[in-house]
């Protein structure tokens, strides 16, 4: 069985089912995908350059809604945080990212950006050029 982004494809599901007598009556393989397909999935973005003026730009690999964003400090730097956005627009509050090792996380979330689709391109704006972490985003698939 090959692998994809997903831990499960239909057609393992479907195997699943079928393994054991037992799978088949609760139909194993379908509940694990389904919890798969609806559970939250954690992405993660490295700022390792400056992008206080040009943002770090990536790309939403599951559609869903945007439960949390946490960074992973990875410098000390006063005054040091990370934004999510959209274009120009914020998603969340200003993440701290000022000392080294210490993991922060979003105190807001626009509710009217929230909704983030899978193939959509999405940044993070540093307050300085020295400005590293480790952004993760916490995302409901749906």
Do not use: W, Y
Request: glycine letters at 8%; hydrophobic letters at 45%; aromatic letters at 2%.
């Amino acid at each position: 069985m090959g692998r994809t982004t997903n831990l499960l494809v239909e057609a393992e599901a479907q195997e699943l089912n079928n393994l054991l007598p037992g799978n088949q009556n609760v139909r194993m393989g379908d509940r694990i995908k389904e919890l798969q397909d609806r559970g939250v999935i954690a992405q993660q973005v490295a700022v390792v350059a400056a992008a206080n003026v040009t943002p770090k730009s990536f790309v939403v690999e599951h559609s869903g809604i945007l439960l949390d964003v946490t960074v992973a400090c990875r410098d000390t730097q006063g005054g040091g945080t990370l934004t999510l956005r959209r274009s120009t627009d914020a998603i969340s509050s200003a993440v701290v990212c000022a000392v080294d090792d210490v993991l922060s996380r979003t105190t807001t979330i626009v509710n009217a950006r929230k909704a983030v689709v899978k193939g959509e391109t999405l940044n993070l704006i540093a307050n300085g050029a020295a400005d590293r972490g480790v952004a993760t985003l916490f995302i409901l698939r749906t």
